[in-house]
């Protein structure tokens, strides 16, 4: 069992305050532990902690392109198995390099069957560049690329299932998970270090800048995206869904209302037809994994 108590992601980078991913980073390295090789992706979390000569990072990193994380950690594992060497070898990237840029040497690394985790920490859209859609954006969510006006409700895409999509690939572990609960986070990350073969973790992450709220609010929010089914942690296991977090179920207005990047759903009226919208992704969810709570 890793160390818990270790903490490998130093104090004094340049994350804003309350940044999802600057904790997913310290959860991340609680459960991998010190025998970590980190290949991270162009991003915030890249940008943050290591403006060269500095770094954040006490277990070797690497910063690859934007697009390419996962080749490289490819050539990482290779070239320790070839020495005999049991490092965990990981990536770390944003939505953005996992959904979009970066999805062809994801599919080619888990169709190949590399030994090793990829972590996506998912705050939504491309938060370093400038508060862009990606394909992790949320139906109706107003950003730089999907502005919210006369003619547009923000984003008018369904978030794209990243999980299932890496699950078809014969990925023996995939799971998703929170900031909001952190030791299930760290749970998650160990398990997946530990099995063999290509893992994938999904870790909500906040964001008080893209979204909209402050910054000492982020664990609420994270809570609140579970509470309300518009986020589900589970766990899939050789292609079948093993544990799904059951919640008692509040409605989305609750999650929306909170964050600037759905303001427009309740400006100069709360527009109910939208909202219903987003409430039927929620239910969908709920039925899906079934995380209703019986009481």
């Not at 309350?18 to 970590?36: M, V």
């Not at 965990?88 to 994801?106: E, P, Q, R, S």
């Amino acid at each position: 069992m890793a160390d818990r108590t270790l903490e490998l992601v130093d104090s004094g980078h340049r994350a804003c305050g309350g940044c999802g991913p600057a904790f997913a980073a310290r959860l991340i390295l609680k459960g991998a532990g010190e025998r970590s090789i980190v290949c991270a992706s162009t991003g915030c979390m890249e940008v943050f902690s290591t403006p060269y000569p500095q770094t954040a990072w006490k277990v070797p990193w690497i910063h690859s392109l934007f697009q390419n994380a996962a080749a490289v950690a490819s050539g990482v594992e290779a070239a320790l198995k070839r020495q005999g060497r049991d490092e965990h070898v990981l990536c770390i990237c944003g939505d953005g390099a996992t959904f979009d840029i970066g999805v062809l040497c994801i599919s080619g690394a888990f169709e190949r069957g590399h030994n090793i985790t990829y972590i996506c920490y998912d705050n939504e859209a491309y938060m370093n560049t400038g508060i862009q859609r990606s394909g992790a954006t949320p139906f109706d969510a107003s950003t730089t690329t999907s502005p919210a006006g006369k003619k547009s409700f923000g984003n008018s895409r369904p978030k794209k299932d990243m999980p299932q999509i890496l699950a078809a690939h014969g990925a023996p572990y995939v799971a998703t998970c929170s900031i909001a609960y952190p030791n299930d986070v760290i749970k998650k990350v160990e398990r997946a270090v530990n099995t063999d073969g290509p893992c994938y973790i999904q870790i909500h992450t906040p964001c008080c800048t893209g979204w909209g709220f402050d910054g000492s609010k982020t664990i609420d929010i994270g809570k609140l995206a579970i509470e309300t089914g518009l986020w589900v942690n589970y766990e899939i296991v050789n292609g079948k869904i093993e544990k799904a977090k059951k919640v008692k179920r509040k409605p989305v207005e609750e999650y929306l209302r909170v964050q600037k990047r759905f303001a427009h759903l309740f400006k100069p009226s709360v527009n109910t037809e939208e909202i219903a919208k987003i409430q039927a992704i929620a239910d969908a969810n709920a039925e899906k994994f079934g995380i209703d709570l019986k009481i």
